[in-house]
């Protein structure tokens, strides 16, 4: 069922009462319950509630500002924004009270824009370093089954790859893990659309894995092909969610949010 919220935020103060936080969704793989979340005193996510299912591919969209990194860095637990209010549940069991670290090893990895890719280290040693401590995901051998060029670029210094080969190795990185929870942003940034392109093929292989994934891109179409569903942040509150292709029918409704 779709939910819209249609109304202006016009006040950047959080309200001086919430209504009852309900707590996970049982039925739900992930669940977001109400969450405020601030950098210093900027108000940024402003009551984000939403649920997603296991396996279910999630494009998180909205014009520049409108705190879709802000929320995956809240989900992923980073040290800003920092949540005031609000949980956050997967599998049942409360994320909102851990550090990043805690929710790596829970299950929930988060491929930043900028991907951290450590300098100094060659791409394996970039992938055994995300190994050392368990819970550990894909073995080696199967993230060069999927990620051949990184294979070939092994023994590179992992800094001195292409900007499309870097973001391969951060995906790659995120899924030598235990990965339950992927969110990825702005995979697609600064990247030639021939290498959009490849990058797209490996987050298909992402998705037929059956990875629940989050993925905020500014190149909402490329999102929306790949996702299931879609929600749509405005000045950090939900202003739609639904299916992805209901955004991808709907000019008036990309025209409004995402001025496609």
């Not at 992930?30 to 984000?48: L, M, P, T």
């Not at 210094?157 to 339950?180: C, F, N, P, W």
Request: aromatic share 6%.
């Amino acid at each position: 069922m779709t939910t819209t919220n249609t109304e202006a935020v016009t006040d950047k103060q959080e309200p001086a009462s919430n209504e009852p936080v309900s707590g996970a969704n049982s039925e739900a793989f992930f669940s977001c319950r109400d969450v405020h979340a601030y950098y210093n005193e900027s108000y940024i996510v402003q009551g984000v509630s939403f649920d997603i299912a296991e396996r279910e591919i999630v494009a998180l969209l909205g014009r520049n500002g409108a705190g879709k990194t802000s929320t995956l860095r809240a989900i992923a637990r980073a040290d800003d924004p920092v949540i005031r209010s609000g949980e956050i549940y997967l599998q049942g069991k409360s994320i909102h009270d851990l550090v990043a670290y805690q929710a790596s090893q829970a299950g929930i990895q988060l491929v930043p824009e900028d991907r951290c890719i450590i300098p100094g280290l060659t791409v394996e040693e970039n992938l055994f370093l995300a190994q050392i401590a368990e819970p550990t995901g894909w073995s080696l051998d199967r993230i060069y089954q999927h990620f051949p060029r990184l294979e070939e670029r092994r023994k590179q210094d992992a800094v001195t790859l292409s900007g499309g080969e870097q973001q391969m190795l951060a995906v790659a990185r995120a899924l030598a893990r235990d990965i339950k929870l992927l969110l990825l942003d702005e995979p697609y940034e600064g990247l030639a659309p021939v290498i959009v392109h490849e990058i797209e093929g490996i987050l298909q292989e992402v998705k037929e894995a059956g990875i629940t994934t989050v993925i905020v891109e500014q190149n909402a179409i490329a999102a929306l092909k790949l996702a299931d569903s879609a929600i749509i942040l405005d000045t950090g509150v939900i202003a739609f969610r639904g299916s992805a292709q209901e955004v991808l029918d709907n000019e008036d409704l990309r025209h409004e949010y995402l001025a496609l």
